[in-house]
């Protein structure tokens, strides 16, 4: 049977690891890439919504593309250090110029454009911080009719990563995540519990440097840049969190995913931005969210080598 490509809304803060989870995602025909939006979180918007139009110059996703806000909805924004991303939140090798300007439209007003124009339900693919996601549902609560799920690489149950509870996309933005999480709509999230153990390795590395297309070469570099980090960090590898938030939807079979309920913590003056999971149900309340908790590595950076393969076909 012929799966129908799933229909997404591509909003992130490029950032290394969003950057190879768009690649895997135009690589697929599982996707209809309908729009890319930036969000504030591992740069600015604006540096985002620059690297969004640069990665979409390089995979040849021709797409509109819009730059959220400049700050979360309510708290100010914390400043994502540099040496993660990089100065340009993006850094490493140099990328192709933009082939296509920004929208002359807002992040949030471009997704409601698109949800009001899609004949078919649209699935958000979120792997920043989620103010673009939250302010659309607040300002069109209507348009929730027309989205089947939000894909989300935020949170994690049993530890966070800026502090010790809170995850830094949701971290940045608590309030927006609040929101997302009490929609009612289906939320898929790839929290640090999985997307921690969806580490790159040299090796993998290495695979991807004797794959010859213009794609791979970044990526290898990417990879590169942002493994820098996270071994110095104590990490035996990268961890491509966003990627998790992509391979979630077309390929769930190599994950371990459990329904529980989440809330998030917008106040606490130590645990605000902490995803607390009921894993073991004790309040009874009904799940809001369906959360991934274990991955297949191998299977992982298997489909990733295949995406970046399938730019040597012309993709
Ligand atoms: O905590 C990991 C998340 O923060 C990833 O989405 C990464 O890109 C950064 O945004
Ligand atoms: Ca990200």
């Given at each position: 049977?012929?799966?129908?490509?799933?229909?997404?809304?591509?909003?992130?803060?490029?950032?290394?690891?969003?950057?190879?989870?768009?690649?895997?995602?135009?690589?697929?025909?599982?996707?209809?890439?309908?729009?890319?939006?930036?969000?504030?979180?591992?740069?600015?918007?604006?540096?985002?919504?620059?690297?969004?139009?640069?990665?979409?110059?390089?995979?040849?996703?021709?797409?509109?593309?819009?730059?959220?806000?400049?700050?979360?909805?309510?708290?100010?924004?914390?400043?994502?250090?540099?040496?993660?991303?990089?100065?340009?939140?993006?850094?490493?090798?140099?990328?192709?110029?933009?082939?296509?300007?920004?929208?002359?439209?807002?992040?949030?007003?471009?997704?409601?454009?698109?949800?009001?124009?899609?004949?078919?339900?649209?699935?958000?693919?979120?792997?920043?911080?989620?103010?673009?996601?939250?302010?659309?549902?607040?300002?069109?609560?209507?348009?929730?009719?027309?989205?089947?799920?939000?894909?989300?690489?935020g949170g994690g149950i049993k530890h966070g990563n800026w502090t010790a509870a809170a995850e830094f996309n949701i971290l940045?933005?608590p309030?927006?995540a609040?929101?997302?999480?009490?929609?009612?709509?289906?939320?898929?999230?790839?929290g640090l519990?999985?997307?921690?153990?969806?580490?790159?390795?040299?090796?993998?590395?290495?695979?991807?440097?004797?794959?010859?297309?213009?794609?791979?070469?970044?990526?290898?570099?990417?990879?590169?840049?942002?493994?820098?980090?996270?071994?110095?960090?104590?990490?035996?590898?990268?961890?491509?969190?966003?990627?998790?938030?992509?391979?979630?939807?077309?390929?769930?079979?190599?994950?371990?995913?459990?329904?529980?309920?989440v809330e998030v913590e917008t106040a606490s003056e130590y645990c605000k931005g902490a995803t607390i999971g009921?894993?073991?149900?004790?309040?009874?309340?009904?799940?809001?969210?369906?959360?991934?908790?274990?991955?297949?590595?191998?299977?992982?950076?298997?489909?990733?080598?295949?995406?970046?393969?399938?730019?040597?076909?012309?993709?």
């Amino acid at each position: 049977m012929i799966k129908k490509p799933i229909n997404v809304i591509l909003d992130g803060d490029p950032g290394h690891d969003d950057a190879i989870a768009w690649v895997v995602a135009k690589a697929s025909s599982d996707f209809n890439i309908l729009a890319c939006t930036a969000v504030n979180g591992n740069c600015s918007a604006a540096k985002a919504a620059y690297n969004s139009q640069r990665i979409c110059a390089l995979i040849g996703l021709d797409v509109p593309i819009a730059k959220g806000q400049d700050k979360p909805l309510v708290i100010e924004s914390l400043k994502a250090p540099t040496n993660i991303h990089g100065e340009s939140g993006l850094d490493g090798p140099e990328l192709p110029l933009p082939k296509r300007e920004l929208e002359d439209l807002t992040a949030v007003e471009l997704m409601i454009k698109v949800l009001e124009e899609a004949k078919e339900k649209v699935t958000i693919v979120a792997t920043g911080p989620l103010t673009n996601v939250g302010a659309l549902l607040l300002v069109r609560p209507d348009l929730k009719e027309k989205i089947h799920q939000i894909s989300i690489m935020g949170g994690g149950i049993k530890h966070g990563n800026w502090t010790a509870a809170a995850e830094f996309n949701i971290l940045i933005d608590p309030d927006s995540a609040d929101i997302v999480f009490g929609s009612g709509l289906p939320i898929l999230m790839s929290g640090l519990d999985v997307t921690e153990k969806a580490l790159v390795t040299p090796k993998d590395v290495e695979k991807i440097k004797k794959i010859d297309n213009p794609v791979a070469d970044i990526v290898w570099q990417w990879l590169e840049f942002f493994y820098q980090f996270h071994v110095s960090i104590g990490y035996p590898g990268a961890p491509i969190h966003d990627l998790c938030a992509v391979l979630a939807l077309n390929h769930p079979e190599i994950f371990t995913m459990q329904k529980m309920y989440v809330e998030v913590e917008t106040a606490s003056e130590y645990c605000k931005g902490a995803t607390i999971g009921d894993i073991n149900n004790i309040a009874g309340k009904k799940p809001n969210a369906t959360v991934l908790m274990d991955v297949d590595r191998e299977k992982f950076i298997e489909y990733m080598i295949e995406a970046i393969k399938s730019y040597s076909e012309g993709n």
